[in-house]
T-cell receptor, first 115, second 113 residues
Framework: ETGVTQSPTHLIKTRGQQVTLRCSSQ?????VSWYQQALGQGPQFIFQ???????GRGNFPPRFSGLQFPNYSSELNVNALELDDSALYLC??????????????FGDGTRLSIL | GENVEQHPSTLSVQEGDSAVIKCTYS??????FPWYKQELGKRPQLIID?????GEKKDQRIAVTLNKTAKHFSLHITETQPEDSAVYFC????????????FGKGTHLIIQP
C-alpha cells in the first residue's frame, strides 16, 4: 500500500510569485484535504477535494486554489505569494471524506519559504 | 465554525508515569475526534481516534475518552517511554463533514529519563 506523497519537499519563492504543490493520495483513497501548518501551530484546513470537486473550504482567500485529478491526486496553487504564506503545507487523504469522519493520513508536507 | 482548545501546551513527565492531554470543542454536531503525534520535522501521524457513538477507546498504552455532554475529550498515555516525546494534536471534524478537521494548538510532551 502506497502512502501519501508530496512534492516538492522544500521550495523558496519571493513575494508576488505563484506556486504549485502536488500530492498523491494513499492507494484507494478518493478524498484529499490540504492544511497549512505555521511554525509551532496546529494544521489549519485550507480545502478538501472529493471525487474531483471542492467539497469544503476553510478561511483562506481565493488566491488559494486547487484541483483533483481522476486518479485522485491533487494540486494546491497559491497566487500572489505573501510573507505570511511561509509554512508547512500538508496534504491528507482519506476514504469517502465527504462525511468528515474517516481517518485522514498525512504526507510529509512541502516546506514553503517566502522571501 | 468549530473551535478546539487544547491543554496543557507543554507536559513533562517521568518515564514510566502516565500523561493526560485534554481538549474541548465547541460544535455539538462534531462526531469524529482523532489524535495525531508529530515528531520534529515529520508528518502528523494518526495514533488513535474516537467517534461520538462511543465513550472510550484503547489501543495498548494509549486511550481516548469522550464526554459529549461536556464537549471534551482526552488522550491518556500510560507507562510513558522516551519515544513518546513529541507534539500531540487533538482535532475535531465540523458537523457538516466537509469542513475538514479543526486542530488544537498542540501539546509538547517531554518524557524525562
Amino acid at each position: 500500500e502506497t502512502g501519501v506523497t508530496q512534492s516538492p519537499t522544500h521550495l523558496i519563492k519571493t513575494r508576488g510569485q505563484q506556486v504549485t504543490l502536488r500530492c498523491s493520495s494513499q492507494s484507494g483513497h478518493n478524498t484529499v484535504s490540504w492544511y497549512q501548518q505555521a511554525l509551532g501551530q496546529g494544521p489549519q484546513f485550507i480545502f478538501q477535494y472529493y471525487r474531483e470537486e471542492e467539497n469544503g473550504r476553510g478561511n483562506f482567500p481565493p488566491r488559494f486554489s486547487g484541483l483533483q485529478f481522476p486518479n485522485y491526486s491533487s494540486e494546491l496553487n497559491v497566487n500572489a505569494l505573501e510573507l505570511d504564506d511561509s509554512a508547512l503545507y500538508l496534504c491528507a487523504s482519506s476514504l469517502d471524506g465527504a462525511n468528515g469522519n474517516q481517518p485522514q493520513h498525512f504526507g510529509d508536507g512541502t516546506r514553503l519559504s517566502i522571501l | 465554525g468549530e473551535n478546539v482548545e487544547q491543554h496543557p501546551s507543554t507536559l513533562s513527565v517521568q518515564e514510566g508515569d502516565s500523561a493526560v492531554i485534554k481538549c474541548t470543542y465547541s460544535d455539538s454536531a462534531s462526531n469524529y475526534f482523532p489524535w495525531y503525534k508529530q515528531e520534529l520535522g515529520k508528518r502528523p501521524q494518526l495514533i488513535i481516534d474516537i467517534r461520538s457513538n462511543v465513550g472510550e477507546k484503547k489501543d495498548q498504552r494509549i486511550a481516548v475518552t469522550l464526554n459529549k455532554t461536556a464537549k471534551h475529550f482526552s488522550l491518556h498515555i500510560t507507562e510513558t517511554q522516551p519515544e513518546d516525546s513529541a507534539v500531540y494534536f487533538c482535532a475535531a471534524n465540523s458537523g457538516g463533514g466537509a469542513d475538514g478537521l479543526t486542530f488544537g494548538k498542540g501539546t509538547h510532551l517531554i518524557i524525562q529519563p
